[in-house]
């Protein structure tokens, strides 16, 4: 038998996460027509709670019980999501100041919240250590700051030291680690750090080895975990006090382009159930921790924004929208990608349109590199049609120029 050309491209993944009623994408139970009347304007970016509940619960399904879960906040940082997730996952893992203000304000238990990132200034090291929260050290000058910080609060900083592994995370859509990185402290001077630490007194609590973001291949994170806790053995032999913590960083992706899969948690399960029982021996005080963004909340968010004017240039569709990549740089294909690739994307108010066309969409930018689908097959739309852009619960508003060409800002609504 002939196979049809068409089904030689690579498909996106089913975005089967949200249901469809009567033609419509349904966000929180909401037909997406009705919620965009709800929130008043287009563009509007709509996170699902029962989703993010859901994707929580199938993890903490898949995963050992013993193994903490952290959401990484600054793959969205929405007040709203962060209060929501912070009474599902175990902690909190911040990047800035700013976030750790959103975190505690969130409700998130102190303890339970880290704080990692490079360039730590003094007053955010001060917020760190006022507020009790973990640490993680990327740096000697980090060090000898909390050491003056602890004596003058009178409260020794809590500690974990970001190790800039031997290693990296393969595959990864983003690289943090091995190799010269500004992440963290190098593996071969992890020992230097620990007697630094001791010397001054913090409190000292484990190890945080973050390899790498957007990984679609268990593989290649089992054997990232299985290094990081070779690696963490090795250096507990010179901590001043028992391991408590063991950050193994995250990096699970989610599949955004033609031809990807979704990450199968299985084997990085019953790898992470191995790793936990053999450390009890010897760091018996450790748990594992994992921190994640846009695992947790990125398949739980759509993009929506009104299709404005519909034009024919020398036969090609555009579908011209009030927003683009001045609230969605990701989909735009400038955060970080290296070849622009297309995001899911549908006609959110015609699910089931039979009549289809190729159609680009663009944003109201004066860039050609405002671009949200690059000739993708879509229903065919019309001004006042809806686009949702899906996967976009993850590195959207927060991530975006939204100054760009002055138009207004994006809203966010929790659903
Ligand atoms: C960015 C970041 C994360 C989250 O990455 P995701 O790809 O969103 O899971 C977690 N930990 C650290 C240290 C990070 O810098």
Redesign the pocket.
């Known amino acids: 038998m002939l196979m049809s050309a068409e089904k030689l491209v690579p498909a996106h993944a089913p975005m089967n996460q949200f249901a469809v009623v009567d033609e419509e994408l349904s966000v929180g139970g909401l037909p997406l027509s009705r919620l965009a009347a709800r929130v008043g304007r287009t563009p509007f970016y709509a996170y699902d709670r029962g989703l993010l509940s859901a994707r929580v619960a199938a993890l903490r399904a898949a995963l050992p019980p013993a193994v903490k879960l952290h959401y990484?906040m600054?793959?969205n940082p929405m007040p709203a999501l962060v209060c929501h997730m912070a009474a599902l996952v175990d902690g909190i893992?911040v990047?800035s100041g700013g976030e750790l203000k959103v975190a505690l304000d969130a409700g998130a238990d102190a303890r339970e919240i880290s704080f990692?990132?490079p360039g730590k200034s003094l007053g955010e090291l001060r917020q760190a250590v006022a507020a009790g929260i973990l640490v993680?050290v990327e740096s000697f000058r980090e060090i000898g700051e909390l050491a003056t910080i602890s004596q003058d609060l009178g409260l020794p900083a809590r500690v974990a030291v970001?190790v800039n592994p031997d290693f990296e995370l393969k595959s990864s859509?983003?690289k943090?680690g091995g190799g010269p990185k500004q992440?963290g402290i190098d593996a071969e001077r992890v020992p230097e750090a620990l007697a630094e630490i001791g010397r001054n007194g913090l409190a000292f609590e484990g190890f945080?080895l973050?390899a790498g973001?957007?990984n679609l291949k268990a593989e290649a994170i089992v054997e990232a975990q299985q290094k990081s806790v070779a690696a963490a053995r090795r250096f507990a032999e010179h901590a001043p006090t028992p391991v408590r913590f063991l950050n193994l960083?995250?990096?699970?992706?989610i599949p955004y382009f033609p031809g990807e899969q979704r990450l199968d948690l299985a084997p990085i399960g019953a790898n992470l159930a191995e790793l936990a029982g053999s450390i009890r021996d010897d760091l018996p005080e450790a748990s594992i921790v994992i921190?994640?963004?846009?695992?947790?909340v990125?398949e739980a968010g759509i993009y929506v924004t009104r299709v404005v004017d519909r034009k024919i240039s020398r036969g090609q569709v555009f579908l011209v929208t009030d927003g683009g990549l001045n609230h969605h740089l990701s989909a735009s294909g400038n955060f970080g990608q290296v070849i622009r690739k297309n995001y899911p994307v549908a006609i959110g108010n015609r699910m089931d349109g039979a009549a289809r066309e190729t159609a680009s969409v663009v944003g109201p930018l004066c860039t050609p590199l405002d671009l949200l689908a690059d000739k993708m097959e879509l229903a065919k739309a019309e001004p006042g049609d809806l686009v949702a852009v899906f996967q976009s619960g993850?590195?959207g508003v927060s991530a975006s120029p939204q100054a760009f060409l002055g138009h207004p800002a994006v809203t966010e609504v929790l659903v």
């Open positions: 990484a600054k793959a893992d990047a990692a990132g993680n970001r859509g983003m943090m992440f945080h973050f973001s957007q960083g995250g990096g699970f992706g921190e994640l963004g846009r695992y947790l990125g993850a590195y």
